[in-house]
Structure formats: C-alpha cells, structure tokens
C-alpha cells in the first residue's frame, strides 16, 4: 500500500494567488521528509529538507519566504507557494524517510499550474 | 562534486532484457537506488543496494554494482510494455543529518510489443 499520500494531485489558479500542498507520511513517522521540483523530462531537484519541529533546511537558489515549509506533526509536512506566479508552474513531490539508511518513498507528486 | 549520470533513452523489444546503467563520481556512497516515473505521477521505489554489495536481486530486476569503477546498473529480465516509464538512479553518502539523494537525469525506457 501506500506510504506517502500527497495532495492535491493538481492545482490550476491565478496569479498571486498561495498554493498549499500537503505531504503525510502513512506507514511511519517521519523527522525528516523532503520537497522537490521536476521540470518537464527533468530530473528532480531537491527544494527543501523539512525537519520536524524545526526550521526547514533550503537548498542554494531555493526563496525561502516564497516556498513556505511547516513540519508541525510527525506524519505531515505542508508545503506553501506563496503568491504563485507562472514561473511556480511545476511539478511538486514530496518524500518521506523513516531514518538513517533507510529509501525515501515519494508522493505521487503535484501538478501546480498558474495561469 | 558529486554526479550521477545515465544514458538518457533505451529501447527494448517485449520479452527481451533491458540493461540501464548508471555512473556516479562520490566514492564515499553509502547507498544507490532505483526508482521508476511513469507518466505523471511520483517515482516508485524499485530497489536498492548497500555499497558493500555486489549484486542483490528480487524477481525480475537484478542491480550490479561495481564501486571500483562507480558504476551501477539495473536489469530487467522479460521486459513488459509496462515497464515503459523513466528510471532513476540516486545515491546517498548518508552521513548528513538529511540524507539527501542526488539523482541521475533519468533513463527513458521503451518497451516496443
């Protein structure tokens, strides 16, 4: 079954408008979980580590006041797109690790489409 | 720094073998990965091998590793046209408290009937 359930499988709207997308981690708790972005017939490009209780983790180039991160409970991770503009369009998948060692298991991903 | 790189598209007949290889440059890999995209949804875990490893198998798919020459490959026995999809290759060092995966551009596999 699943591990990690990720929603909305896929958003459309406006301009300026915020976007959120959520990531719960099914099978385990997770302290770690993590963010990323697919450019079309890309690879995936990690955004963000997200730390339970603490602050986020961003990669290099990655606007941390643009791309909101909340990892307030062992099992959810939010992700926020703060006033989205069409550049934001995207692909989004989260993934989930229950520790050291151990895969990352992925969210079936967010299609993110800002018109 | 550290790099993985795969050859970008392969095309294989129904019933055959497919081979997809993948290289990586950070000696100090603890752990390489499979993963599998299809069309529009996430990537799928398909298997993993510990760096101490040579070789592991589970049903169809078979993953050699060769960490003298950095090079990792994933083989699927019996191709199906289900198989079509992308595949990634990823590693990890582990040793960061984020375990971050640095991926491969991925593979195009298809699977011709």
């Known amino acids: 079954g699943a591990v990690v359930s990720q929603h909305p499988s896929r958003v459309i709207c406006k301009s300026g408008t915020s976007v959120k997308i959520e990531c719960r981690s099914l099978?385990?708790?997770?302290?770690?979980m993590f963010w990323y972005r697919q450019f079309p017939k890309k690879s995936l490009m990690l955004m963000a580590t997200?730390?339970?209780?603490?602050?986020?983790?961003?990669e290099q180039g990655v606007e941390k006041d643009k791309f909101l991160i909340n990892h307030a409970s062992l099992t959810l991770s939010t992700l926020t797109v703060t006033s989205a503009h069409p550049e934001d369009s995207s692909f989004y998948i989260c993934?989930?690790?229950?520790?050291?060692?151990?895969?990352?298991?992925f969210g079936d991903g967010t299609r993110l489409s800002i018109l | 720094g550290e790099d993985v790189e795969q050859s970008l598209f392969l095309s294989v007949r129904e019933g055959d073998s497919s081979v997809i290889n993948c290289t990586y440059t950070?000696?100090?890999?603890?752990?390489l990965y499979w993963y599998k995209q299809e069309p529009g949804a996430g990537l799928q875990l398909l298997t993993y091998?510990?760096?101490?490893?040579d070789m592991k198998q589970d049903q169809r798919l078979t993953v050699l590793l060769n960490k003298k020459d950095k090079h990792l490959s994933l083989r699927i026995a019996d191709t199906q046209t289900g198989d079509s999809a992308i595949y990634f290759c990823?590693?990890?060092?582990?040793?960061?408290?984020?375990?971050?995966?640095?991926f491969g551009s991925g593979t195009r596999l298809l699977v011709r009937p």
């Open positions: 997200s730390n339970e209780g603490s602050k986020a983790t961003y």
């Open positions: 091998i510990f760096s101490n490893m």
């Open positions: 993934s989930v690790t229950s520790g050291v060692g151990q895969p990352q298991h």
């Open positions: 950070d000696s100090s890999s603890t752990y």
């Open positions: 990823a590693e990890t060092t582990g040793v960061d408290s984020s375990y971050k995966l640095i």
């Open positions: 099978d385990f708790q997770a302290t770690t």
